[in-house]
């Protein structure tokens, strides 16, 4: 199938992509974040146990490398210096030294969760966001946040550079390709862009898509946007989450991800899964392949025939897509081949036999494009 070049009208080949799992790899508890060395010959899971596990994708072995005092929600490998920056339910970012195994620095970063956090491209900077759902009123709508939602941390230092308001909960944060600007979403879906040069807020807009208003068993709202990414060019940002659902409680809202152009005044929505491509669930977390020809897609099925899937970054289009067997938390790529690394969980904690079963998965799949 092809697609027209908006520029020239052209047809442009859309992408192709072949996804194969090479592998599965069994930790004790469920994998929130997952991040790897360039190489792919060592992988990090930050886990509901709390812990952060340094994991060998070819033999499967693994070494707790330290913990959080709640679930660790966050984990970004370091490439310039060998180290390993985690976050976590205790509000807390804890910096790992990899040569010497060891906990080097703990900084207090929010009273309450991290939700989310993500590193700049130059890892110069690293920010977490939070915030807790407080009914403001007799509509339920959040209540003003008792924290700055979106705080932003010097890489190596641990310094506090940047503090931000959101409207909590603040669910999700993303970094431009430059590193000048940082874009934090929440369970409203209202998107605040800022210009960390002038510490500047310069784009905000709010899309309905991801929100829902619970009417059976509970009246409250659920969703957000559990993921972002920036265009490569920096232009547009992609967002995902759960559309919008009757019963909140069941989790079947549908499948989505949208685009916007964030530049413009104001932010125009550029793109959006096509209604015939998407089942029921929530998607957890978004990112574009090395190549920059298609983004992942990736989170929890309800109904439908895929979980995890691979769209056309010119259109849009679904291009190759895959249940994978378990909950996706969180996705990335190995910058220096084909693998795509999949956090996530196989059913809940359990025991057989008086033992608990290890339900974290990290699965490694080989990605062609």
Not at 92 to 103: A, G, N, Y
Not at 169 to 180: E, K
Not at 309 to 315: E, H, I, L, P
């Amino acid at each position: 199938m092809n697609v027209a070049d908006p520029k020239t009208d052209a047809p442009v080949p859309e992408t192709t992509v072949k996804i194969d799992q090479l592998k599965e790899l069994k930790l004790p508890t469920a994998v929130l974040a997952v991040d790897a060395t360039p190489d792919g010959r060592r992988v990090f899971a930050a886990c509901m146990d709390g812990g952060i596990y340094e994991v060998d994708p070819d033999s499967g072995g693994f070494g707790r490398l330290g913990k959080h005092d709640s679930y660790a929600s966050g984990v970004w490998f370091l490439t310039k210096c060998n180290q390993l920056i985690s976050a976590g339910y205790d509000g807390m970012l804890q910096w790992h030294d990899l040569s010497e195994r060891k906990l080097i620095r703990q900084v207090q970063a929010h009273k309450f969760w991290s939700w989310q956090m993500a590193v700049s491209p130059d890892e110069t900077l690293a920010v977490s966001v939070t915030g807790q759902y407080l009914a403001g009123g007799e509509r339920y709508e959040p209540a003003p946040e008792r924290e700055p939602s979106v705080r932003v941390f010097h890489a190596q230092s641990g310094q506090l550079v940047h503090s931000f308001s959101h409207v909590p909960p603040v669910l999700s944060a993303a970094f431009s390709p430059d590193g000048r600007f940082v874009a934090a979403a929440n369970m409203m879906g209202e998107v605040r862009i800022w210009d960390l040069k002038d510490e500047k807020l310069v784009a905000v807009w709010t899309t309905p898509d991801f929100t829902s208003w619970g009417i059976i068993k509970s009246h409250h709202y659920v969703g957000g946007i559990f993921s972002m990414a920036f265009t490569p060019d920096g232009n547009e940002l992609l967002v995902c989450g759960m559309g919008p659902m009757r019963d909140p409680m069941a989790g079947n809202g549908k499948q989505t991800w949208q685009r916007f152009a964030w530049r413009e005044h104001p932010p125009r929505k550029t793109g959006e899964i096509d209604e015939g491509e998407r089942g029921n669930g929530l998607m957890e977390t978004i990112g574009f392949h090395p190549s920059r020809r298609c983004f992942f897609m990736g989170g929890r099925m309800a109904q439908g025939k895929w979980n995890a899937a691979m769209f056309d970054a010119a259109s849009g289009k679904l291009v190759q897509s895959l249940d994978a067997k378990m909950r996706v938390t969180d996705a990335t790529f190995c910058a220096g081949d084909s693998r795509l690394f999949l956090a996530g969980a196989v059913g809940q904690q359990r025991k057989k036999d008086g033992k608990h079963i290890e339900f974290g998965r990290v699965k490694v799949f080989r990605c062609e494009v």
